[in-house]
């Protein structure tokens, strides 16, 4: 079974930074394109960042497109968002998962089991 810690949320001021860390193990890490997904209660997880198994090509949605940066490094089965520039609407639970499609606001996580998360808050 896939098992996912993310680490590195915080409380930060508005147009501060923050990096975070998922740590991945239980599947072939190098095999599977990485997201990150953000989620606020009372709405549906949220697909921002995302990078191809081998780390060639990243993609964001519009809302983080130029401040956020994902990245991973394979050989320590870790992936990770570099969060610049934060704004308050930013302010949600982190989470690392499989993804293998994404198109707009829709996207497929082939591995059901989540992380614990990490929680971001931006004050303003």
């Known amino acids: 079974q896939v098992q996912l810690v993310e680490s590195g949320g915080g409380l930060v001021q508005a147009g501060g930074s923050l990096r975070l860390s998922c740590v991945v193990s239980?599947?072939?890490?190098?095999?599977?394109?990485m997201g990150w997904f953000r989620q606020v209660p009372g709405k549906q997880r949220e697909l921002v960042a995302g990078?191809?198994?081998?780390?060639?090509?990243?993609k964001y949605s519009e809302s983080v497109e130029g401040r956020f940066t994902i990245s991973r490094d394979n050989t320590k089965n870790t992936v990770y968002l570099q969060m610049n520039s934060l704004k308050p609407e930013d302010t949600a639970v982190y989470y690392c998962?499989?993804?293998?499609?994404?198109?707009?606001?829709?996207?497929?996580?082939?591995?059901?089991?989540w992380g614990q998360g990490t929680q971001v808050t931006v004050s303003s």
């Open positions: 998962n499989q993804y293998t499609v994404w198109s707009g606001r829709s996207y497929y996580t082939p591995n059901q089991s």
């Open positions: 990078i191809t198994a081998g780390g060639g090509i990243t």
């Open positions: 239980g599947s072939i890490f190098s095999d599977h394109a």
